[in-house]
């Protein structure tokens, strides 16, 4: 069970990002959808006492919107900012987005076309398809399905709702990141104490985007942030390494399907660059030994649904306790760490 971290030698603290840092209006909106309640956070006191920190917390997103997952959160709000009340709507996805946008395209009375690569798991597709939607599987990669999608959206007068933001397409991205907030929010405003540490997955990386983002402008001390990637597709590890843009081509294979995505969103990056202080790789053995801390956990600790992306931090953790490497990561008695279940395990 190998993970490589990088610690991050570009870091600041600034706040030079001109992105819309309405995160009110996010919260409101969400607070006004008659589905909406608010996830768990969970506290896992028995291996934080284990492991000689104060707290771990986790915000359970396996409980949005009965979406098994977070991205409802941002396509909820990304589309009710689109005004058009005959659009169609086009995305790629390798599960989660597609599956959110598929179901608030049924609650909206909008067709919707999702696209997934090549190594789509029947499971997911299955789980789209339940909301009406169109799912077209094309024997390629996630970002040439992206390119893929984006290209059938433009061809036909449809709408592209990604959260993968490029070149002359960074409204959508940026609102789905906004719509991410909420759960930060949410977590805040339940923990006890503010976060020392927050550890975010990124596929593309909108959601640690988000996180960051929101974290940057909300509170007056940064927390130590890790950002979590596949070690099969670590665009964002290399892009903040080398400090470039780094794509990672070809079929990269990862049970971690959401976070199979070899090209940074290109207004996150800037934001990661300057605010995570780690950049880690995992192989998938820890996403797998996440999930099973999530089903037997230590002592009266509670169990809960983990689905591989939302296992691997939970997983990353455990190695750097049971590696006794806290100290190297600043984790200390005092340490309150946060991080996000982003998805229930997919039976």
Not at 314 to 339: H, N, P, T, Y
Request: charged residues 25%; hydrophobic residues 35%.
């Amino acid at each position: 069970m190998k993970y490589r971290i990088y610690t991050n030698t570009n870091r600041k603290y600034d706040n030079r990002f001109h992105l819309n840092d309405n995160f009110e209006d996010a919260l409101s909106f969400h607070r006004s959808l008659p589905f909406y309640n608010e996830t768990p956070l969970l506290e896992l006191h028995d291996i934080a006492e284990k492991y000689g920190i104060k707290n771990l917390c986790i915000k359970d997103e396996s409980k949005r919107f009965g979406l098994n997952a977070f991205k409802g959160l941002g396509v909820s709000y990304a589309v009710s900012k689109i005004n058009s009340p005959d659009a169609v709507f086009v995305s790629c996805t390798d599960g989660n987005h597609g599956k959110a946008l598929a179901w608030y395209s049924n609650l909206t009375d909008h067709k919707c076309y999702i696209f997934m690569p090549g190594n789509a798991e029947q499971r997911r597709i299955d789980a789209i398809k339940k909301y009406g939607a169109e799912v077209i599987v094309k024997q390629l990669n996630y970002d040439d399905t992206v390119r893929f999608a984006s290209r059938f959206a433009n061809e036909n007068n449809y709408i592209l709702v990604q959260d993968q933001a490029f070149e002359g397409y960074t409204d959508i991205p940026e609102n789905i990141m906004l719509g991410y907030s909420t759960l930060m929010a949410e977590a805040l405003e339940r923990m006890k104490e503010k976060p020392t540490h927050v550890f975010i997955q990124a596929g593309v990386g909108s959601l640690a985007g988000g996180v960051c983002w929101y974290l940057q402008n909300k509170m007056d001390t940064l927390p130590h942030i890790g950002i979590i990637e596949s070690s099969a597709v670590p665009c964002i590890y290399n892009s903040i390494k080398e400090n470039r843009f780094c794509s990672i081509g070809g079929e990269p294979e990862t049970i971690m399907a959401g976070l199979n995505c070899g090209e940074p969103n290109i207004i996150s990056l800037p934001i990661l660059k300057h605010c995570a202080e780690w950049c880690i790789q995992c192989d998938d053995d820890i996403a797998l030994q996440g999930m099973e801390l999530s089903r037997k956990p230590i002592g009266s600790d509670p169990v809960f649904s983990c689905g591989e992306c939302g296992a691997v931090s939970l997983g990353f953790l455990r190695r750097i306790f049971e590696d006794s490497k806290q100290a190297e990561m600043q984790m200390d008695k005092d340490s309150v760490i946060l991080i996000i279940n982003t998805e229930g395990n997919l039976e």
